[in-house]
Each structure stands twice: as structure tokens, then as C-alpha cells.
């Protein structure tokens, strides 16, 4: 077989990966944390478009810094899994695509992220 056709058969089958995990995203997100993925993993999966080391690329005074959590009340727990859970304003809701450990795991990593400043 040649090199040409290998190729254009790698292509295809990538083309229809793609296509699949296009059509139903949950299932896409569900797949990529529930094999005990880490908190590190969740956020890395679901959050860090936006949310990369901490910042934020839609809004940059809403980011996940220490500074910006506790002036929008954001400095505990149960503040950022609910805002994760039922998401406001342009921010989507997780409650379908994420378990509510995984919430709650991804709600305490973005804390203790913020007190390290995200290093």
C-alpha cells in the first residue's frame, strides 16, 4: 500500500472522529473526565479555554485570581462550585457535563490555585 493511501485513510477516519465529538460535546466532555480524571484534568478539559492560568480571555477583570475571587465573592468553595454549576451571564452551566464531585474537586483546585497565583 502506498504512502498516499495510508494517509488519505488516516485523514478520513480522523475527519470522522471529529465529526462525532462535534455532534454531541457532552458526551466528548463526559468521556474526557470520567475516568477519575484529577481536578488538575477537569479544569485542563473544561475550564482553561477561557480560564488558562487562571486569566480569563472573554472578560479580563473576571478572571480566577485571588484578588478578582474575593471581590466578587468567589473566595469559598461553595461560592465557585455553585457558579460552576448553574454558570452566569456568558459563563455556561457544568451541572450536565460534570458530576457534582467533580465540581467540587475543580471549585477547590481553582482556590488553591488562586493562593499560589496560579503557579
Not at 8 to 37: C, E, K, R
Request: a positive charge; one cysteine or more; aromatic letters at 6%.
Amino acid at each position: 500500500m502506498n504512502l498516499k493511501k495510508i494517509f488519505a485513510g488516516f485523514l478520513l477516519i480522523l475527519t470522522l472522529a471529529l465529526g462525532v465529538i462535534t455532534m454531541s460535546p457532552q458526551i466528548a466532555l463526559a468521556d474526557a473526565t470520567a475516568n477519575s480524571a484529577t481536578a488538575a484534568e477537569v479544569f485542563t478539559v473544561n475550564c482553561a479555554g477561557c480560564h488558562s492560568n487562571g486569566g480569563n480571555i472573554i472578560r479580563r477583570g473576571k478572571n480566577l485570581k485571588q484578588k478578582a475571587l474575593k471581590r466578587y465573592g468567589m473566595d469559598s468553595i461553595a461560592n465557585i462550585a455553585n457558579l460552576v454549576t448553574n454558570g452566569k451571564n456568558i459563563m455556561p452551566s457544568y451541572k450536565d457535563r460534570l458530576s457534582e464531585q467533580q465540581i467540587i474537586d475543580v471549585s477547590a483546585y481553582v482556590l488553591s490555585q488562586a493562593e499560589s497565583d496560579w503557579k
